[in-house]
């Protein structure tokens, strides 16, 4: 009896760290909470490698067509936040995953265009022209935690 009780610990105890670990990091930092959740909900640094936020904080002044500008100081806040808290850094759970798909020299500028977000997001296309989804980018539309990391 005690022997099983010892054995189901066991199990819960890696049970738990396994799910936790599911969590993609959340945001905390509040420049970047503030200055990049104008548009669209702010992007977890772990889905892109160190090397895509500094190509992509490099061009805010035509960001996929919009003008995101920020004053330098802030800019250079949110790049050592992604940076440092970015795929290829942080490199588990769904940064694994993701960085898996990423050349070694390779600096993608979408989430959404890297096939570990494919295979998950494989739907019609009738899905995605749905006014209540409207972007691939709209991870909120179907993943109401988003924000919180939370896309299980
Ligand atoms: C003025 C509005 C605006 C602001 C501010 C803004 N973005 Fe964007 N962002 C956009 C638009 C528009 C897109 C393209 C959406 C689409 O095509 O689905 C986009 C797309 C992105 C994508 C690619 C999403 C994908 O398809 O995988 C990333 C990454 C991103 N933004 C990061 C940031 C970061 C980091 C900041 C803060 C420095 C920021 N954005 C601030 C408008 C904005
Ligand atoms: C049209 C709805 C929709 C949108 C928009 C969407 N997702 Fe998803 N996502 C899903 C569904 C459904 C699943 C589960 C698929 C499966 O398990 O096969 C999923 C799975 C995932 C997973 C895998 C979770 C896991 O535990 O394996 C991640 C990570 C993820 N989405 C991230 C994102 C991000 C980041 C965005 C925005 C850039 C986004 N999703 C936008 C519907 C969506």
């Given at each position: 009896?005690?022997?099983?009780?010892?054995?189901?610990?066991?199990?819960?105890?890696?049970?738990?760290?396994?799910?936790?670990?599911?969590?993609?990091?959340?945001?905390?930092?509040?420049?970047?909470?503030?200055?990049?959740?104008?548009?669209?909900?702010?992007?977890?640094?772990?889905?892109?490698?160190?090397?895509?936020?500094?190509?992509?904080?490099?061009?805010?002044?035509?960001?996929?067509?919009?003008?995101?500008?920020?004053?330098?100081?802030?800019?250079?806040?949110?790049?050592?936040?992604?940076?440092?808290?970015?795929?290829?850094?942080?490199?588990?759970?769904?940064?694994?995953?993701?960085?898996?798909?990423?050349?070694?020299?390779?600096?993608?500028?979408?989430?959404?265009?890297?096939?570990?977000?494919?295979?998950?997001?494989?739907?019609?296309?009738?899905?995605?022209?749905?006014p209540?989804v409207v972007a691939?980018?709209n991870?909120?539309?179907?993943?109401?935690?988003?924000?919180?990391?939370?896309?299980?």
């Amino acid at each position: 009896m005690v022997l099983r009780f010892a054995i189901l610990t066991v199990l819960l105890a890696t049970a738990l760290p396994a799910t936790a670990d599911d969590r993609v990091p959340p945001v905390t930092d509040p420049v970047v909470l503030k200055e990049c959740g104008v548009c669209h909900m702010p992007f977890q640094p772990a889905f892109l490698p160190a090397r895509s936020w500094s190509a992509l904080l490099q061009g805010l002044g035509d960001h996929f067509g919009e003008d995101a500008s920020l004053p330098s100081d802030a800019v250079e806040t949110i790049r050592a936040y992604m940076t440092g808290n970015a795929g290829d850094v942080v490199s588990r759970g769904a940064a694994r995953k993701f960085m898996r798909w990423v050349a070694p020299d390779g600096t993608p500028q979408r989430i959404t265009e890297n096939p570990a977000f494919a295979r998950k997001h494989n739907f019609p296309q009738s899905v995605w022209t749905d006014p209540k989804v409207v972007a691939k980018s709209n991870c909120l539309a179907c993943h109401p935690r988003a924000a919180d990391g939370h896309y299980e």
